[in-house]
């Protein structure tokens, strides 16, 4: 019975000896048939889809900015957005030191009275003038009365030519009286202008343009957001600081209408087309994937816009694939902020062309 026993554990033993190494053929056996079919799986995926996507991963969203800069120059007096700051449009960004314009302002409307002044001076003179004119007038008939009396006399000999003589020159002057009024006359009417109307005076027109434009300037010392948007790179806007026409001095990011700038190989584009889909997927957002169309392929590569373009004639010339940006239109309302500059992988689908 122990001798049994003895055969029994003998033989036990080396059935627990032939498992393992059955167990490993089996796994080689199985390794050498599921490997090669996972790769002749990726293998065919590779081939089925190749020729079908052209992908970058040299993309990334872009939304309107506007920067904000005054129309006239001066100190900033009060600033009243900080940084991300949500506004809409209209409303009060900053304020510029308004005194030097209400001083303008103040300047034109003297000038303005000025030009008045000079307007009632030049009526009065254009209403004395026609006072002279008529009194001129007057003398010139007298004077022609008389030399044609002492004419009368003088041809019945009871006169002198000496004496004739001299009523000829009274009428010479009182006709040169007259030619001067008259003169003096159009010249006071030129000063009055058009009409003699203040609507017509050069000189109020002019001062009231002037009034005008300082007015404008003092409006502007306000500055107001154009549209909504989000405050962005407001560290400029302190107060005291002096801020110069054209001069950014905050930005304002609108947040409405991203669009992702994918920079494409130029060997890609040979089948890409507008309209065709897109999908989109975000280094910031490692779970989310969002659908877009190509809206317009570029004019000119990265390089032809670039500050210092490549100049290529030389003889060390290096050819290198250019890369042509592509702007991809973002379809719905992405659940995540579209933050401008965020890293962007965009794979288009170049055979809806052919699909179509």
């Known amino acids: 019975m122990a001798d049994m026993s003895r055969e029994e554990v003998l033989s036990t033993e080396k059935d627990l000896s032939v498992k393992p190494a059955r167990m490993r053929r089996i796994l080689r056996v199985a390794l050498l048939l599921i490997v090669p079919a996972i790769v002749i799986a990726v293998g065919v995926r590779m081939y089925l889809q190749s020729g079908r996507y052209a992908a970058t991963d040299n993309a990334y969203v872009q939304q309107d900015i506007v920067q904000i800069s005054p129309d006239v120059g001066g ?68 004077a022609r009365r008389n030399l044609a009396r002492e004419q009368e006399l003088m041809n019945r000999g009871f006169n002198t030519r000496a004496r004739v003589e001299s009523y000829q020159n009274q009428l010479n002057d009182a006709q040169a009286r007259l030619n001067a009024a008259l003169a003096a006359q159009r010249d006071a009417r030129a000063a009055a202008g058009n009409g003699g109307s203040a609507a017509g005076y050069p000189a109020i027109a002019a001062a009231r343009a002037r009034r005008d434009e300082a007015q404008f300037n003092l409006d502007r010392t306000v500055v107001r957001a154009p549209t909504a ?73 990265g390089s032809e816009f670039s500050v210092l373009p490549a100049q290529n004639a030389t003889g060390n010339w290096v050819k290198v694939t250019q890369r042509v940006p592509v702007r991809i239109a973002i379809e719905g309302n992405p659940p995540r902020a579209m933050i401008a500059g965020l890293s962007a992988h965009v794979s288009v689908d170049i055979r809806d062309d052919e699909e179509e």
Request: glycine fraction near 10%.
């Open 229 to 301: 948007g989000t405050i962005s790179q407001s560290e400029r806007l302190q107060v005291g600081q002096v801020a110069a026409p054209g001069q950014p001095m905050v930005a304002l990011v609108t947040g409405e209408g991203a669009w992702i700038e994918a920079n494409f190989k130029e060997t890609d584009l040979d089948r890409m087309r507008v309209g065709q889909r897109a999908r989109i997927t975000f280094d910031a957002y490692p779970g989310l994937a969002v659908r877009g169309r190509v809206e317009s392929i570029g004019a000119g590569t």
């Open 75 to 142: 100190r900033i007096v009060e600033v009243l957005v900080e940084e991300n700051d949500r506004v809409e449009a209209g409303d009060i960004l900053f304020r510029i030191d308004p005194e030097p314009y209400r001083i303008a302002v103040g300047q034109a409307e003297a000038a303005i009275a000025e030009a008045r002044l000079m307007l009632d001076r030049a009526q009065t003179s254009v209403s004395t003038s026609g006072v002279d004119i008529s009194t001129a007038r007057a003398n010139v008939e007298y």
